[in-house]
């Protein structure tokens, strides 16, 4: 049995239950500019991934470029439905206090948007100064240096750490790094189950998976 010495956790949708929130937001305001998305071709092209990435594929859409205040319009609009309507993923406080190993947070999103919703959910504790941002390194997965610089600094040896992904752009950033991987699959949509060490598709589940090991 391998025993993982530390736990990485992406944050949106494996922390907290962002991604339809933010992704509904980005499709509301690129809709006004025409770009005639919905929450499905969202969550399957920009589920995540860099923020500036899903712009580029609304403007080649469009054919042209969105406004330079799209970017803040979408963060300000964001962190406004966050505040009031963000949830911690179903169980996950359960399996932070169940770990009996260090665990982090590395995530794609800015740090001041990672503290934050860790702070709306209450999550924020179990993290204070274990929290590792792409955008301090401006490097984005399916690039590995933020889980390759999480497990440094926490620490550990690639091989004594697991991530846990819900995206396949986080999935993937895992694997280019050489490490192990846990795909979260809440819709059971087995999309990851090919590139993952193990899928599960409830928090409840995770605790037992990595025991089983």
Known sequence: MKNYKCIIFDCDGVL???EVLGNQVFVDLANGYGAGIDIDYAMQNFKGGHLEDSIQQVENILGKPLPESFIADYRKRSYEVF???LLPIS??????????????TASSGPMEKINENLKTTGLYPYFEGNVF???????????????????KTMGYEIKDCLVIEDSMAGVMA????????YGYDSLGGNSLTEYCNKVFNNMDELIPKIKQQ
């Open 133 to 151: 941002s792409c955008y301090d390194i401006e490097k984005w997965k399916p690039d590995p240096t933020i889980y390759l610089l999480a497990a």
């Open 91 to 104: 169980g996950i406080k359960n399996v932070l206090d169940s770990l009996e190993v260090p665990f982090c």
């Open 174 to 181: 895992a694997r280019n790094g050489g490490f192990d991987v």
């Open 16 to 18: 907290v239950d962002s």
């Open 83 to 85: 505040k009031t309507e």
